[in-house]
């Protein structure tokens, strides 16, 4: 199939098709004598492989490794586990820092009257003057 039927059957991009098979996250299609690129099934299995990874907030590289372990009948599921156990803890690492992002920026806009006045904390704490400071 061309790469517009892979884009569709997958929900990645043809754009991010392209992309993947660029960093070898997918092997170069082949082509057809038009010069199309052509995916099969397997390729199609992958780029699903690989949205389903990204979905879940893994990195291109964290998507390397499970597609190696994917691919390695050997592969103890303890490596797997270990991978995910620590993509979740960098998500809680980063749901604190959005937590106390939006802590902040609610103290700002609680300070803030939003009326016509050119007075207002959350600029100032942007630009780092006044009494509120940085954050």
Request: net charge negative; proline share 3%; glycine share 10%.
């Amino acid at each position: 199939m061309q790469i517009g039927e892979a884009a569709r059957r997958t929900g990645v991009s043809a754009k991010m098709i392209r992309h993947y098979e660029a960093i070898g996250l997918i092997p170069g299609a082949d082509r057809r004598e038009s010069n199309y690129r052509d995916y099969g099934h397997h390729d199609v299995h992958r780029l699903g492989f690989i949205r389903r990874a990204r979905d879940l907030g893994f990195s291109i590289e964290e998507i390397r490794d499970l597609l190696h372990l994917w691919g390695d009948t050997q592969r103890s599921s303890a490596d797997v586990k270990a991978l995910a156990q620590a993509h979740i803890d960098d998500l809680d690492q980063k749901i604190g820092l959005l937590g106390e992002m939006r802590d902040t920026l609610s103290r700002l806009t609680d300070a803030c009257d939003g009326d016509h006045r050119p007075d207002c904390p959350i600029i100032e704490s942007l630009a780092g003057d006044g009494p509120h400071g940085r954050f």
